[in-house]
């Protein structure tokens, strides 16, 4: 699904705030021994990976706006909560079925819906199939894969010092913006991991600047290995049988 903010996590994510830093060499804990900033990051993704499952809440801000995701993902199902001024919207994939609810801004805003139809189906859960439009790009945005491939600081990486985040010791993976360089978009970002037990995210820190326009995406990370707790919703509407949309394809 397209989130509203050109936020490094939102494709999460997100979809999707400011950076921590380190100019140059930083103590590291005995955890990661001696261990480069590349080894340290592959060996957190790993460990999220076979976590399996984790909770998220990421907060994006551009110009004065906001948007926040909250979300819940493992290896095949998933859910988010997208909400952007008068944009509200929610995806869950649930054992391979996608669904969609939101109000009238998000289903004109991520699914494309006139205004007229979007107030018709504003609030009921609409059913997207495997043969429809938006289906891959549902499923791709809930899923871990998915959050995990946007929390990677590319380019030269440094390590931080130790710090504190989220009630909990990490310490920092820093680098260019997940992606990599994008024309006329400069920034950084830095990826928090535990430095005791599975080094999994903490926390997720980047800012960036696109043409003056500066944006700060903040992501917290929790719950790992838990349960989602996910119940596929008891009566939906088909998408294929909604009024043909004016977008049929969100961006993801």
């Known amino acids: 699904m397209k989130r509203i903010l050109p936020a490094g996590l939102a494709s999460l994510a997100l ?3 400011a950076c921590g830093s380190s100019g140059g060499a930083a103590p590291t804990p005995a955890t990661f021994g001696h261990k480069t900033p590349k080894e340290v990051l592959t060996g957190s993704l790993a460990a999220a990976k076979k976590s399996g499952s984790v909770h998220f809440k990421l ?11 909250v979300g819940d993902a493992s290896a095949t199902d998933g859910r988010e909560i997208i909400t952007a001024g008068a944009v509200n919207i929610q995806a869950e994939v649930i054992g391979g079925k996608a669904f969609v609810k939101g109000n009238t801004g998000g289903l004109e ?4 819906l006139s205004a007229t139809n979007a107030s018709t189906y504003a609030g009921k859960w609409i059913s997207i199939a495997t043969t429809d439009a938006p289906y891959s790009s549902i ?28 009630s909990q010791s990490v310490i920092g ?3 260019g913006l997940p992606g990599g360089v994008t024309k006329g978009v400069t920034g950084s970002a830095t990826l928090y991991v535990a ?13 960036q600047d696109s043409s003056g326009t500066k944006e700060s ?11 989602l707790n996910l119940a596929a919703p008891t009566s939906a509407v088909p998408f294929a049988s909604l009024p043909v949309p004016t977008t049929t394809t969100p961006a993801g």
Not at 109 to 112: E, I, L
Not at 217 to 227: A, I, L, N, R
Request: proline fraction near 5%; aromatic fraction near 4%.
């Open 59 to 69: 907060l994006g801000t551009s110009g004065g706006k906001t948007e926040t995701i």
């Open 109 to 112: 805003d991520q699914m494309g």
């Open 217 to 227: 995406d903040v992501g917290t990370f929790s719950k790992w290995g838990q349960p």
């Open 173 to 175: 993976v820093k680098g």
């Open 15 to 17: 979809l999707a705030a």
């Open 139 to 166: 499923t791709r945005a809930v899923t871990l894969a998915s959050t995990l491939s946007e929390l990677q600081p590319t380019g030269h990486l440094t390590l931080t010092a130790t710090t504190t985040k989220a």
């Open 195 to 207: 430095t005791s037990g599975p080094s999994v995210p903490i926390v997720f820190d980047a800012e």
